[in-house]
């Protein structure tokens, strides 16, 4: 079946770096993109950007970006994403989803598990 | 601040029919078809139950249901049960090539 399995939960200091895999099975990997989503505590889930995983463009929600990237490792159909200087606020379940529709910022048919990033000194 | 306006909170008796708006733009829910809904229990991934304003995934009970007017988009549930009780998310495609998420609506199955 399609899975989209994620790395294990992160603690980082402010200022540091976190990457956070989401490793895909059970489909084409090239033929659907993939959307990382973020869930601050308590919060609504807010929409980071997308990859596609067929020629890895990238389109990123402006306040992230220059802090953001997005990459595909097509050979391992594994996404990956990015956040560089870390601060309080980028505490979140990240969450990795698969777009439905091939090059359409429609739908997200499939989430992975999520991923508890913790920004704390 | 969200982008789509979505109440906090709703409830509803087993049985009983809710429905939960999810208020836009022209440059969002109201220029596009591809609104979609989320369910999301505490702990666990989101589900998609409605995408492209109407059409439920395979396996999505016929209990959901989506529509649309202008710029407000809604998510009906029928026939509530114990287990709908979740958070629910509406999200549209943006101009810019953005997606954009409401707020969330907490559902209480009294």
């Known amino acids: 079946q399609v899975q989209l399995v994620q790395s294990g939960a992160e603690v980082k200091k402010p200022g540091a770096s976190v990457m956070v895999s989401c490793k895909t099975s059970?489909?084409?990997?090239?033929?659907?993109?993939i959307s990382w989503v973020r869930q601050a505590p308590g919060q609504g889930l807010e929409w980071m950007g997308w990859t596609s995983a067929y020629n890895g463009n990238t389109h990123y929600v402006q306040k992230l970006r220059g802090r953001v990237t997005m990459t595909t490792d097509t050979s391992t159909s594994t996404a990956y994403m990015e956040l560089r200087s870390l601060t309080s606020d980028d505490t979140a379940v990240y969450y990795c989803?698969?777009?439905?529709?091939?090059?359409?910022?429609?739908?997200?048919?499939?989430w992975g598990q999520g991923t508890m990033v913790t920004v704390s000194s | 601040q969200p982008a789509l306006t979505q109440p906090a909170s709703v409830s509803g008796s087993p049985g009983q029919s809710i429905t939960i708006s999810c208020t836009g733009t022209?440059?969002?829910?109201?220029?596009?078809?591809?609104v979609s809904w989320y369910q999301h229990h505490p702990g666990k991934a989101p589900k998609l139950i409605i995408f492209?304003?109407?059409n439920r995934p395979s396996g999505v009970s016929n209990r959901f249901s989506g529509s649309k007017s202008g710029n407000t988009a809604s998510l009906t549930i029928s026939g509530l049960q114990a287990d709908d009780e979740a958070d629910y998310y509406c999200s549209s495609y943006a101009t810019g090539s953005i997606l954009v998420f409401g707020g969330g609506t907490k559902l209480t199955v009294l």
């Open positions: 492209e304003v109407t």
């Open positions: 989803a698969r777009l439905a529709v091939a090059g359409s910022l429609d739908a997200f048919d499939i």
């Open positions: 022209s440059s969002d829910v109201g220029g596009y078809n591809y």
């Open positions: 059970g489909y084409t990997f090239i033929n659907h993109g």
